[in-house]
């Protein structure tokens, strides 16, 4: 996968592109615009931690609130090498329209470990996560930032983040993250959450552009939680997953991947290259495949100018966060390729992050069935306003979910004026 971050490859910078094309067509005022395009608060933590070994390594951290506007900041935290803050930022920034499009009580936040994570022990895992949250502490609760998984991150590092908080505040509380595990206060559903919006979002496109999901030809780059989620609800829908790629390799099978089979070798394997039942199949050539339904699941910056031309998907749908540039983004569009963006797509995990939330603070848990049905409601709500939104003022998905989404904001920033 392509890495991220640095001064020429600003993350943000994208982010901003989208942003001023919507904001134009709003005629957004100067000021709301000066206040949307700034983070709220950006955090930065040294945080020792004695290695097995006995030395001590100091890790760096971030946490970004981009927006509280509307609420608590709410996003992941990611433990990667090649975190920045400026990734980060972008990311909060994402959060923000994402839970704006979501409809949902919450700003956005996101935050990072520069680490490698396959190379520290659990010990070394869970002191560098534990200290990581007591330098932050002061920032996030309940009701000011409440964190999530994201990239190398898990139900498990969030039952530590909430076990650390509790300790610091002095009695149990699970609402401070969401993600957690069920006998912590998460939320029946909320792992295939996010897979289950990219499924809905897939099917919705589809019919958007003309054609049916079920027999629909699909691709799946990156076979994490959310693509191999992702293609599992689209197989049991009817559609075809003829290919798949992840970090290690892929595999292609022009009538079909036996999908419950990949996905119990994936589990095994941590990958799915050496599959039996296709043939080998390398990044690269997913992107010029002909395909209905191309789903980019794994890091940002996946389709650029150097693949763009090659994809002959009839529609995109962007299950990770940033996997398409601005110019290619422009390119697909137009080629007539339909494109779901990442703030609609990827909308659901936060979506039922929120619904674990509120059942935390509540103290009342809902069945599986129920997170499902509100969750395929609150989906289809999101879609269908900004498919409207995208007819009505003849432009591309993207650029109709930030017209959405910073319309929300923005009069929510007028309505409660500015604080001097």
């Not at 990044?283 to 389709?303: S, W």
């Not at 002959?312 to 963006?341: F, M, S, Y």
């Not at 703030?343 to 509540?362: C, K, M, P």
Request: proline share 5%; with cysteine.
């Amino acid at each position: 996968m392509a890495a991220i971050g640095g001064p020429d490859n600003s993350l943000f910078g994208a982010m901003l592109t989208e942003f001023e094309e919507a904001a134009k067509i709003l005629s957004l005022e100067p000021g709301i615009w000066r206040i949307l395009t700034h983070p709220k608060r950006q955090i930065i933590v040294s945080c020792p931690v004695q290695m097995d070994s006995g030395e001590v390594v100091v890790f760096t951290g971030f946490r970004v609130q981009y927006n509280i506007t509307l609420g608590p900041a709410k996003g992941g935290i990611r433990y990667h090498p090649n975190v920045t803050l400026d990734e980060v930022t972008a990311l909060a920034a994402w959060m923000t329209w994402k839970c704006a499009i979501a409809h949902i009580p919450f700003g956005g936040g996101k935050g990072g470990i520069i680490c490698d994570p396959n190379l520290l022990s659990r010990r070394e895992l869970e002191a560098l996560t534990r200290r990581y949250v007591a330098e932050i502490i002061d920032a996030i609760g309940p009701q000011k930032d409440v964190p999530a998984p994201d990239v190398n991150t898990n139900e498990q590092t969030m039952a530590w983040i909430m076990d650390t908080y509790s300790m610091h505040i002095g009695h149990t509380e699970t609402a401070v993250v969401t993600g957690k595990p069920v006998e912590l206060g998460g939320s029946l559903g909320r792992r295939e959450a996010t897979g289950r919006g990219v499924m809905i979002c897939a099917r919705e496109a589809a019919k958007h552009a003309g054609f049916n999901i079920r027999g629909a030809t699909v691709g799946v780059q990156g076979f994490g939680n959310v693509g191999s989620v992702s293609a599992d609800l689209l197989d049991q829908a009817g559609a075809k997953i003829v290919a798949v790629v992840d970090w290690k390799g892929g595999v292609y099978n022009a009538k079909g991947l036996d999908v419950p089979k990949l996905l119990e070798y994936g589990s095994q394997n941590k990958t799915v290259a050496g599959f039996s039942g296709g043939e080998p199949l390398t990044n690269e050539q997913l992107f010029k495949l002909e395909l209905d339904v191309l789903i980019p699941a794994a890091l940002e910056k996946q389709i650029t100018m150097d693949n763009a031309p090659s994809i002959r998907a009839k529609v995109v749908v962007e299950g990770a966060n940033g996997p398409t540039t601005p110019d290619a983004h422009n390119h697909l569009h137009q080629r007539g390729i339909v494109v779901v963006p990442d703030i609609l797509a990827n909308s659901a995990g936060v979506t039922a992050s929120y619904f674990e939330w509120v059942q935390d603070r509540h103290g009342y848990f809902w069945t599986e069935k129920e997170v499902n049905e509100r969750l395929e409601q609150k989906m289809m709500q999101a879609f269908d306003a900004i498919r409207q939104v995208a007819l009505g003022y003849k432009v591309d998905l993207r650029t109709a979910a930030y017209i959405v989404a910073i319309k929300r904001v923005a009069d929510v920033t007028r309505v409660r004026g500015m604080y001097a």
